[in-house]
């Protein structure tokens, strides 16, 4: 599959941004899609995560609340809506997917497809 991200930008703390991630090729095949982001200076990390077809979600504990993702099947777009944005939030933001089946809780390395990160600044 081929992701696009998009949505990015600069907000102010407390606000909120939705970023989307269209998706085109092999969606058929796709288990679970997901959200990763890369902050300056550190290790990519996971974010939340939706099983394509059934809907279960995932959340990381730090956006717990505060982030949620979800999907339209029909326009192979996948978002993540992004509220009470914090600065600890700045980082470029990646849609990634997998055919693989994850038994648990996904991590940054549960992705096999990534595409073009989206930056978001918070400033605070």
């Known amino acids: 599959v081929q992701l696009q991200a998009s949505g990015g930008g600069l907000v102010q703390a407390g606000g909120s941004l939705r970023l989307s991630c269209a998706v085109t090729g092999r969606t058929f095949s796709t288990y679970i899609m997901g959200w990763l982001r890369q902050a300056p200076g550190k290790e990519r990390e996971f974010v939340a995560a939706i099983i394509w077809r059934a809907g279960n979600t995932y959340y990381a504990d730090s956006v717990k609340g505060r982030f949620t993702i979800s999907r339209d099947n029909a326009k192979n777009t996948m978002y993540l809506q992004m509220n009470s944005l914090k600065s600890e939030d700045t980082a470029a933001y990646y849609c990634?997917?997998?055919?693989?089946?994850?038994?648990?809780?996904?991590?940054?390395?549960?992705?096999?497809?990534w595409g073009q990160g989206t930056l978001v600044t918070v400033s605070s």
């Open positions: 990634a997917a997998t055919s693989l089946r994850i038994i648990g809780m996904p991590t940054h390395r549960s992705f096999d497809s």
